[in-house]
């Protein structure tokens, strides 16, 4: 989040009160979509999950120029000594509205999906969900800001450097490439796939493939979510993940496919892509 506002358009009292109507107003239009969807599926349910979270980052754009978020959140950098913080404040305002839309998403999910959560639990699983998307940019740009601290002016030197942005840009990502699969299996709460045939199957496909990994079981809402994904590009900490109502609605022949199409996202480095983007994102404050 950045911003070449030096000073706001609005006084403090005046960009709360924006940012509050703002709120509010999110809120009714999350409350109204659904209400819609309770009686109406997990389709209509993903549905209005979509479009609420366009709608939340549309809300959340007026809230940076409007209301001039990065001005106010100046003082998190500590005379610029963290301006990480500032980004990942102005970001968490986004995550605001996001738990705004998940509060009124539980009773529609409660009821769609026949599992019961409190409110504060339905919060935390969401973020947890979410999390992961963001996570590599967190820890690279605070990782970078904690090491411009050190006291040794000859390493702060060398880090703002050209030849030391490249060098800690590497070892960022390497350590990223090692703790980032096993921290987002965690947070997605994926368990071992069960041995049997349809394990063996599995397994003898990536053989076939020349292809590695550990498979798990990925129970994103509920599990009735048909899907699968591969994270992970070191072979020892790559995993493939699979939703249970993938396995319900597919063939072996198709479930075969779906396998190709994630060894098609390691084979085409689309994880370094996805790195290499977030990291774009943590070095340009």
Known sequence: MTSGTTEPEYSFPVS??????LLFTFDLFCKRFYAKTIHNGSGRYFDAEKRLTLLALLFYAL??????????LKPLSFDGLFPAL???SGLSFFFLFLAIMWR??????????????STSGFLISNIKTNLPIVLPWLVLSLS?????LLPFPGLAAFLHSEAGEYTSFLLFLLLILILFPPIVRRLWNCTPFPEGPLLDHLQDFFKQQNFSAKIFLWPL?????ITAAVMGIIPGLRYVMITPALLEHLSLDELDAVM??????IRKKH??????????FSTYQ
């Open 104 to 117: 009124r998403a539980k009773p529609a999910y409660v009821a769609i999906f026949h599992r019961s959560y």
């Open 260 to 265: 190709a199409h994630e060894i098609g996202h």
């Open 144 to 148: 970078y800001d904690l090491l411009a």
């Open 271 to 280: 994880m370094l892509l996805y790195l290499f983007i977030i990291s774009g």
């Open 16 to 21: 709360l009160g924006i940012f509050t109507a």
């Open 63 to 72: 809230s940076l120029f409007i209301c001039d978020l990065h001005y106010y």
């Open 86 to 88: 500032v980004n990942i």
């Open 221 to 225: 809402f509920e599990g009735r979510v």
